[in-house]
């Protein structure tokens, strides 16, 4: 028994298959890789910045994630580095790690930490638990993707306007006054222009196609960095940080203090579970996109991988990023070279082009974190608030609030909560009931009259999905599920009939469901919804994106509209 469950982990975690598939797509990733290392340079310095381990460590990460998290992932198309919610936490814990009473971060606790983390997140992998991340109620993704988005804008004020960056949130907030009187114009001859470029890109790129092709953070970057120079503004710099007293060279190896283990072991788990968190999303994403689904534990796996080498070298904390991933797969990366690639890349720009890094001002840096906290905000929850069931919006708003104004992973850990009290009762359905979702032939089901032989449907394939009970956060993995194994057909019929309710979790996930098949060019339909459900689809948008012509008919005439469009 041990000794299967040892040969089981060993497969799972092994980067064989990985290693296997780096020759499918050569040039295709080796291409995406270097474009996404354009990408992700300027982001790996701002998120180095928001970390508080200094720039160069935001680049470390990167290249730790990129190199380690592609050979390891679970993700064939993921890209590895710091993310907004991983540096940001990283920073909420350095305000307790200072040496003496210099002021200064204590970095070799720091990057312990990270190490340690890695650890931890090997364990997690182990224990096959990383899976449960699909159990996250969607109210608390929200909640704190718009917590940290409004962090890494408020906590860049002041570099935006050329003053010292302040430790956390409530410093800023409190200072406010202060910082309006003594803005350094300076500063603002690069960050305002940076910010301007950064929203006016996309929108010129829709004009000429070549401009979608260089990343709109490289241009402010090259023009902030440029404006600086040429006018010799007296303003603060990254080599300011890199000549400091931080020591923070380009290259330091930094060897974990194991003897403080006990100090470390509760910040390293919170930033182990952050991992999980912000990479399995990630990878949810990139399924969504690709139509192929993760490996859950291998993914957990490899960033452990990750941020051990990432706490070695100097490295942010690391996870799987949604901005990188999805811009990977659009430039046509298909396995982790283009990952590996990324890595290179940007081991090869630190050390050969360390001088050009040093002269990048902290006010355009700031500029692309101010886009990225924007960016970061949930853009589809944020217009249906006052439309979303009073148990969401109210585990949003909860999250939201102790995210900013608290931790991070205590707002996390109160919403589930939340969630799992105001489903009690669905949940204890779940678990004392034999519920099980079903995808059958349309000829097994009542859709299919006995007056229409199987020749009058021709070649059209036709299955039905039929969910039970509460569709909420506890069970929307379950209904997933059983599709994956489903023969192949053209056409699929939902039938919600056995469906209780759905919360907002559910009904996103049924769209993101519906969305995919889309792109597959497999049609839906859906039958059998009450009246109640409708209207909750109806005030999230459900039928802005998926359409409403193939919703509701019932099951006499869903089957006569299928063979009309098909035959």
């Known amino acids: ?18 290693i296997k598939s780096l020759n499918r797509n050569i040039r295709g990733d080796i291409l995406s890789g270097i474009t996404v290392a354009i990408i992700a340079l300027p982001l790996a310095l701002a998120f180095g910045e928001i970390s508080k381990l200094g720039p160069i460590a935001g680049i470390w990460g990167a290249i730790a994630g990129g190199v380690f998290g592609g050979l390891f992932g679970g993700c064939l198309v993921g890209v590895s580095g710091p993310t907004a919610p991983k540096a940001a936490q990283i920073a909420s814990f350095m305000g307790f790690f200072i040496i003496g009473t210099s002021n200064q971060p204590d970095l070799v606790a720091a990057f312990s930490i990270i190490f340690l983390s890695g650890l931890i997140l090997i364990a997690i992998s182990f224990f096959k638990i990383s899976r449960f991340i699909h159990f996250t109620p969607y109210p608390v993704v929200a909640g704190f993707m718009c917590g940290i988005g409004l962090i890494v804008i408020i906590t860049q004020i002041n570099a935006f306007v050329g003053l010292k960056v302040s430790k956390d949130i409530h410093e800023v907030i409190m200072n406010i006054d202060h910082t309006i009187h003594n803005i350094n114009l300076d500063a603002l001859y690069v960050s305002i222009p940076s910010l301007i470029i950064l929203f006016l890109w996309p929108l ?26 040429f006018m010799e503004l007296d303003i603060p710099y990254i080599g ?5 007293s931080s020591g923070l060279d380009i290259f330091t190896l930094y060897i974990p203090d194991l ?12 930033l182990a579970i952050l991992a999980v968190l912000d990479s399995l999303l990630s990878c949810k994403v990139a399924d969504n996109i690709t ?17 051990m080498a990432a706490g070695l070298i100097g490295g942010v904390t690391t996870a799987t990023a949604t901005m990188r991933t999805v811009a990977n797969i659009k430039f046509g990366g298909k396995t982790p070279l283009a990952s590996i690639t990324h890595g290179i890349v940007l081991l090869s720009i630190l050390l050969g082009l360390g001088f050009i890094v040093a002269a990048i001002p902290n006010a355009c840096l700031a500029a692309i974190l101010f886009k990225v906290g924007i ?8 217009p249906v608030l006052k439309k979303i069931p009073i148990l969401d919006l109210l585990v949003f708003i909860v999250v939201l609030f102790i995210t900013v104004y608290e931790d991070l992973m205590v707002a996390i850990g109160i919403g589930v909560a939340i969630a799992m009290i105001g489903h009690f009762k669905h949940l204890k359905t779940l678990f004392t009931s034999k519920i099980e979702h079903e995808i059958v032939p349309i000829s097994e089901t009542q859709f299919y009259p006995k007056d229409i032989g199987a020749e009058e449907l021709g070649k059209t394939k036709i299955s ?24 192949k057909h053209q056409v699929l019929i939902v039938d919600m009939d056995g469906v209780e309710m ?16 889309k792109l597959k060019n497999i049609d839906v339909y859906i039958s059998n919804t009450d009246t109640h459900l409708t209207m909750a689809l109806e005030k999230i948008g459900f039928f802005d994106s998926v359409g409403r012509n193939q919703y509701g008919l019932d099951k006499d005439s869903i089957l006569p509209a299928i063979l009309v469009s098909h035959n």
């Not at 040969?7 to 092994?14: L, R, T």
């Not at 010129?204 to 490289?218: F, M, N, T």
């Open 1 to 18: 028994m041990l000794s299967s469950f040892i040969k089981d982990q060993v497969q799972e975690i092994s980067p064989w298959e990985n």
């Open 464 to 487: 039905v999905l039929r969910p039970k009970g509460p569709i909420f956060f506890g069970s929307v993995e379950g209904l997933l599920g059983p599709y994956l194994n489903a023969s």
């Open 259 to 270: 003897s403080r283990t006990i100090e470390f072991i509760g910040p390293a788990f919170a």
């Open 240 to 244: 300011d940080k890199m000549d400091s």
């Open 204 to 229: 010129l790129g829709k004009k000429l196609d070549l401009l979608l092709k260089i990343p709109a953070p490289l241009i402010a970057l090259v023009i902030g960095t440029c404006t600086a120079y």
């Open 375 to 382: 960016d970061i905000l949930d853009y589809r929850i944020l």
């Open 502 to 517: 759905m919360d907002l979790t559910g009904m996103y996930a049924l769209e993101d469901f519906l969305k995919s098949l």
């Open 291 to 307: 139509g192929k689904r993760h490996s859950s534990d291998r993914e957990t796996f490899g960033q452990g991988m990750a941020n």
